[in-house]
């Protein structure tokens, strides 16, 4: 097996103890892989999940326990492994979720065989599914007016009228991916995400840069791996930090059809909003959503030069992943609704 075939992982923990059961099974699914170190990043967790894992797998040959002392996020946590082991780190590692298991570890040799055929591609994934076999992520488009569609999300396989063996998309989820260090190293920081961005900002900014410096993003039509998808995050974090998200990417990302003044201001935050009220039916949870929105609003004034840097100009990409119009997008989010 040549070197180009050994992949280094990283994988992040955060107070996960109480879901134990499945850390622990989507860590052994990960050490299937052909990796060569598995670093797991702990987040000063403080519930005994670190020790969990330091009993576990802490003498498994390749794994490599880290442990923060404080809570910088999922982005953060990555960014941090990536920058400290940079030089040492395969040409493609991948990203993981600690709540995902891997289905078929084999096929990732295939996926790995994409990488060799093309340098061009920046992250890979295959088709993410719920335990309950519907589909929780076969990547994300970003339509004309930066409105962003789950394909397929909450269908069947069969439901998913995918044909081809593998398809470009804006971005594929962070969950689990496929990354060509290569194409970090044109990222402005020189890492995998924005420092700032904790979570909800990390993989759509990380695709749509790639895009931009020439590097795909590429979904293979094959369930990968099971999601349970935020297990260890308490309902009112995960919607104050989807708002806050949602607020910056509002500012980042420059639609293709219309200039940005106040039409495309006022359509996008209704489109965030929208996206809160959706997800977010309890009075508690909206509430943190709305104060996650205004945090993000603050946090792109406070931080514009930073988060200028990570401007996604859809022009850009327009040509290099055929962004659909705003009615097929549109009837495809309601369809996966």
Known sequence: MSNDKIIDGIVVNYNSYHVRHVVEKSISSLLDLPFRRLYIVDNASKDGSYEFLESNFSDEHGVILVRLGSNIGYAGAINYIYSRFRDSLTRIFFIANNDLIILEPARIMGFLKMFESSSRIGALSGILTYPTG???????????????????????????????????????SGAFALINRMAVEMMPERTPFPSRGFMYLDDIVMGGKFWEKGFASVIVSEPIALHYESLSMHSGTKAFLLGRALAVQRRIIKPCLIDRGLVNKIILETYSRMVGFRLFREKSTMYSFKRGFHAGLKEYETNKGYWDKYSINLKNIYHLHGIQGLVERISEYVRAR
């Open 134 to 172: 519907r589909i929780y992520s076969a990547g994300f488009l970003l339509n004309d007016l930066a409105l962003l569609v789950n394909i397929c999300q909450a269908r069947t396989l069969d439901e998913c009228e995918v044909k081809d063996a593998f398809f470009f998309v804006s971005f594929v």
